[in-house]
């Protein structure tokens, strides 16, 4: 059966210190958790080796969280200024990477070709990609979301092979969502969510579909998750603000 997942997106978000305090408040928390929800952290990637070391602690024998990038070159190595790759996520032992997150796409213009060539280099590398989706108001108010995210879901994922698409994890984030306090409905994120497992029911088959985590983002916090998490194609979340407060991130993992 798939994962339930509940992932934090810092984004450019908390200098060193807040940074270290968030990551410990976290590893104080999951290492005394059993329950079934995979919890991951996406610090800047400053800080990613700093959460690498709080996951590979020695005290414990399992990791306590994943550690995810925000970020990956699609490129392999050399000459690329500032740029950070695949191979170097993967030596620090990170995880797992968000990849096309609609940010990314408005401000570095990122495309869903070049998208595909970034989760290509992750799984490469071992790394999970998690890979967002979503329509901006426009297009919802025009009633385009569905061709939209289908769009955005076939050019970017539809040339991997079953055991490739098998790792990546996706997430359905409608833009007019995400950082505006207004959140897609219960009913409006189930609809997308059985939406895209049909569309990957379609490529790859009834066991891949049922495999894939669907991920909700877009103001997700502690007061929504329960409703939202309630819905059976939602498999968790992909929170932005609400993951910078340890009690509220630990709240929505705990909302399933
Ligand atoms: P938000 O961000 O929870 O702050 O809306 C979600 C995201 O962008 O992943």
């Not at 590398?125 to 979503?134: D, E, L």
């Not at 385009?144 to 289908?150: D, I, Q, R, Y």
């Not at 079953?162 to 009913?187: D, H, L």
Request: charged residues 25%; proline residues 3%.
């Amino acid at each position: 059966m798939r994962q339930k997942i509940v992932a934090g997106n810092w984004k450019m978000n908390k200098d060193f210190e807040d940074a270290e305090s968030l990551l410990d408040e976290i590893y104080n928390a999951q290492v005394n958790y059993n329950g079934e929800v995979l919890l991951i952290v996406c610090p800047p990637a400053l800080y990613l080796e700093l959460a690498s070391d709080y996951a590979n602690d020695e005290d414990t024998d399992f990791a306590p969280f994943g550690v995810g990038a925000q970020n990956v070159s699609q490129f392999v190595k050399g000459a690329y200024t500032g740029e950070i790759s695949a191979q170097m996520l993967a030596s620090i032992g990170v995880t797992h990477c968000i990849v096309g997150h609609s940010e990314r796409r408005k401000y570095f213009g990122e495309t869903d070709k070049i998208i595909a060539e970034k989760i290509n280099l992750l799984l490469s590398y071992s790394i999970q990609p998690i890979y967002c989706c979503g329509e901006v108001l426009e297009e919802r108010e025009a009633e385009n979301h569905f061709e939209v995210v289908a769009k955005q879901i076939k050019d970017a994922l539809f040339n991997f092979t079953p055991e490739e698409f098998n790792n990546i994890i996706i997430a359905y984030e409608p833009v007019w969502a995400i950082g505006t306090g207004k959140t897609a409905t219960p009913a409006q994120a189930q609809e997308m969510h059985d939406f895209i497992r049909k569309l990957i029911l379609d490529k790859y088959g009834n066991e891949v579909a049922n495999d894939t985590s669907i991920l909700y983002g877009g103001s997700c916090n502690a007061a929504n998750a329960k409703e939202l998490f309630s819905m059976p194609d939602v498999d968790g979340g992909l929170i932005g603000g609400a993951s910078l407060i340890t009690e509220d991130f630990l709240k929505i993992r705990d909302s399933f």
